[in-house]
DNA sequence: CAGTGAGCGAGCTTCCGCTTGACTT
């Protein structure tokens, strides 16, 4: 055992370092926390000055028990958590809780996992700095007081189970207003000019020059009269200039650009990306992937050079350091890169292989030349018009960083292909070989893809790196917002063409507007959002986040003591709290569509405990109203009367068989046949409204066939247990419980006696809640 | 997988930020 236990937030990490220290120092990890609010309650003290109610968490109690054992044995505990707000307050807790003492006790930090730099740190050390750690408490409970106040406001007034918060509420509402900005958007149109003209290369053969005109046209007949005087006109060239540029690499990775890349050329979520991150951090292939900050260590830097000069020249090299622009950013860490420069491709699966790749070339890249390019610009003159034509053309004159990577953008229609000119003079005239005129539109806001809100919650300042991936599943567990897509529509345009002196006008179709893996709101993050509101505002605001880190600055600073910052936020917000309480309509997010042609009773759309739903009629003590819920694709904000009424056609019987009633419904999984008290789901190509009797049985008696084919085996000895053929193979029922075929055995050859076996064994290990952590009921 | 929505009432839900496992039906 050695004389020094240092502690560490992350178990590779500390792997790592204990290298680094030799055998005087034996490194552990605290895994993150180790000790938060209580779970259960809000725990905040209100009568004690807003005392926070901590406790060790369960899955934490045996981890604490063996570090407070080892550090009792130590010499000297080296509280090595990471330099920021949420890192100072895990060693404040490991003091409190470990019973350590100030005389054996020292905090170091380090940013970066270098030989020299935990070294160095361990030469400099240093107290814990009680006020960022009051800062981070102030933070808390700022966020469980907001959390569950909020939280319980809503499983009132609109749904049970639904939650708020100073990040998630935020979150939602941005995809919420970008929804209805795409709703109320109009597309105003447009007419370019765009001409093909002919001209002569070196060897005297003909090529083509393509150029635009930078005005665009307003009308149609603005874009006509203007080709009209294109008909008999002199195109010469006038002018031809070149203009040195240059493109210079885009900063390492933090989280959220990782996150935005990963997406954009790879095409993984959010959640997949920080798994496969994980793994290369676990494995030692890269660094830590949680982190705000662009900086890259001197030997990161030193090694990135020496693997250009190696695979590329010296004339490649150009080393930068890049400053953070991301509001709140606390640069705990180094930027997310390669632990070895001069390792091109990695041993892995294809998702590991791709993203190491990706950080390597963009670690890589930041660290080279720029990109020098030549842009061509020629004008174009029209005898017959003032306009001017401008054609442009760009030639890349050294490549740089370019060799090894280009940074993408979420533009979606990137057609701004650089191309190389022909030799062309001033005072050349040219030949037009056509001009077109081609209707456009003004493009709509487009729906935030995850990373894209990842960005955008960045930009806010709001969310960590360790939080914007279970932000992003938060919000879609909770049914506030639903990833999909969205097929295009057809759009008519208008298309003018002059060619050899005639116009002609065709109309031309395109399909606009396709949606991959976007983010749309449900009924009930719409609901949500306009009651946070109209009651909340203050908190759901774009800037709450930035307010109160001002806050919590001041706190840091040892300037304000945190419950001052707490009690002059909480005055006003709970007052918020009680007046939305004693607001008394119970349900908000009603619509009232009108009223029913044949009874005359209102007719309602709101949230019902499963989801949206329409009502006809009141409750009243003489009768209940009528139910259904709205379809997939239909929305509170957005059904008519019509469509509401359509909704009520079901349930209806079809006829009779076997002497049963055959009836069609729509339940929670859809639409569906009820007969003789069983159910049978109507597949999408059928139209539950117009289903025919016969259609109906057809399904019943294909799902009867199914149900035979299902059962494996049964047995004699119990009715109760079957051998059933299932989505992921054999496995074995007793009564509504489910259990799996271990591998050693075929299900085919399984006796009574050996299903009894398994039930057994798999009964008694399965006590355990087998429910998965994060993932929420459907 | 399960096919609801009144009203009653018990008992539950919920936040954000640090970490990594144990699970795959």
């Not at 180094?334 to 950080?359: C, D, S, V, W």
Request: glycine share 4%.
């Amino acid at each position: 055992m050695g004389k020094n236990i240092v502690i560490v937030e992350s178990p590779a990490k500390a792997k790592t370092i204990e290298k680094f220290l030799g055998k005087d120092y034996h490194v552990v990890s605290s895994f993150g926390h180790i000790r938060d609010l209580k779970k259960k309650d809000i725990s905040i003290d209100f009568n004690n000055n807003y005392a926070p109610i901590y406790e060790v968490p369960t899955d934490k109690k045996k981890l604490v028990s063996e570090l407070k054992k080892k550090a009792s044995e130590a010499e000297m505990v080296w509280l090595a958590s990471d330099e920021d707000r949420e890192g100072e307050a895990i060693a404040w807790h490991l003091f409190e809780v470990l019973s350590l003492t100030e005389d054996k006790t020292k905090r170091i930090v380090f940013h970066e996992i270098t030989k020299d730099a935990i070294i160095n740190a361990i030469q400099t050390p240093r107290k814990i700095d009680k006020a960022l750690v009051d800062a981070q408490q102030a933070r808390r409970v700022l966020d469980r007081i907001v959390g569950f106040e909020l939280s319980p406001i809503l499983w009132k007034k609109i749904k049970p189970s639904l939650s708020a918060g100073r990040v998630q509420s935020v979150a939602v509402r941005l995809i919420v207003e970008r929804e209805r900005e795409i709703t109320t958007f109009k597309s105003e149109a447009n007419y370019r000019i765009t001409a093909v003209f002919i001209t002569k290369d070196t060897q005297g053969k003909t090529v083509e020059l393509q150029a635009e005109l930078p005005k665009r046209f307003k009308t149609k007949e603005e874009a006509n009269r203007f080709l009209e005087v294109c008909k008999d006109a002199q195109f010469n060239i006038e002018d031809i200039s070149k203009k040195p540029s240059k493109k210079s690499p885009a900063a390492p990775f933090t989280t959220s650009t990782l996150q935005q890349e990963a997406a954009r050329k790879l095409g993984y979520s959010v959640a997949q990306t920080m798994m496969v991150a994980q793994k290369l951090y676990e494995n030692g292939l890269i660094t830590y992937m949680r982190t705000d900050s662009v900086n890259l260590s001197a030997l990161a830097i030193n090694t990135a050079k020496a693997e250009i000069i190696h695979f590329a020249g010296e004339q490649y090299v150009k080393t930068r350091q890049y400053a953070t622009k991301s509001k709140g950013a606390q640069e705990a860490h180094e930027a997310i890169r390669p632990t070895y420069m001069n390792q091109h491709t990695i041993e892995g699966n294809r998702q590991e292989k791709f993203l190491y790749e990706l950080i390597w070339k963009r670690t890589i890249a930041s660290q080279m030349a720029d990109a020098e390019i030549e842009k061509t610009t020629v004008t174009i003159g029209i005898s017959t018009s003032e306009e001017r034509f401008i054609a442009s053309g760009e030639v890349l004159t050294f490549d740089g960083f370019l060799k090894v990577y280009m940074e993408s953008n979420d533009d979606e229609d990137t057609t701004e292909d650089t191309k190389m000119l022909p030799p062309l003079h001033v005072h050349d005239t040219l030949q037009y070989k056509k001009i077109l005129s081609t209707e456009r539109f003004t493009q709509r806001p487009p729906r935030y893809t995850e990373a894209s809100l990842v960005r955008k919650l960045e930009e806010l300042g709001i969310g960590r790196p360790s939080t914007y991936a279970p932000t992003i599943s938060t919000i879609q567990n909770r049914e506030y917002v639903e990833k999909g897509d969205k097929e295009g529509e057809k759009r008519t345009y208008n298309l003018l063409t002059l060619e050899k002196g005639t116009i002609t006008d065709i109309i031309k179709e395109e399909i606009v507007g396709t949606e991959k893996s976007k983010l749309f709101p449900t009924d009930i993050g719409s609901v949500v959002t306009d009651f946070l509101l109209a009651n909340f505002a203050s908190v759901v605001d774009y800037n709450f986040t930035a307010k109160v880190e001002k806050e919590f600055d001041i706190v840091a600073s040892g300037k304000l003591e945190w419950q001052k910052a707490i009690d002059k936020f909480y005055k006003g917000f709970h007052t918020l709290v009680e007046d939305s309480l004693q607001n008394s309509t119970k349900k908000v997010g009603e619509r009232l569509l009108g009223n029913d042609p044949t009874t005359g009773k209102p007719i309602s759309v709101k949230i019902g405990r499963y989801g949206a739903i329409a009502q006809i009629g009141l409750t009243t003590e003489e009768e209940k109203p009528q139910f259904a819920a709205l379809k997939k694709e239909q929305s509170i904000e957005t059904i008519t009367l019509e469509e509401a009424l359509e909704l009520f056609k079901l349930p209806r019987t079809v006829g009779e068989f076997e002497e049963k009633e055959v009836t069609i419904a729509v339940g929670r999984f859809g639409p569906y046949v009820k007969h003789a008290s069983a159910f049978y789901s109507i597949p999408k190509e059928i139209d539950p409204l117009k289903i025919t009797l016969s259609q109906a049985i057809d399904l019943i008696e294909k799902k009867r066939e199914d149900d035979k084919n299902k059962v494996l085996k049964t047995f004699a000895e119990d009715a109760s247990i079957q051998l059933l053929n299932g989505r992921y193979g054999a496995y074995i029922k007793q009564n509504k419980n489910n259990y799996k075929i271990p591998k050693s055995k075929k299900a085919e050859e399984l006796t009574y006696e050996d299903c009894l076996e398994i039930i057994k064994s798999e009964a008694s290990d399965g006590d355990k809640p087998k429910k998965k952590k994060g993932f929420k009921k459907k």
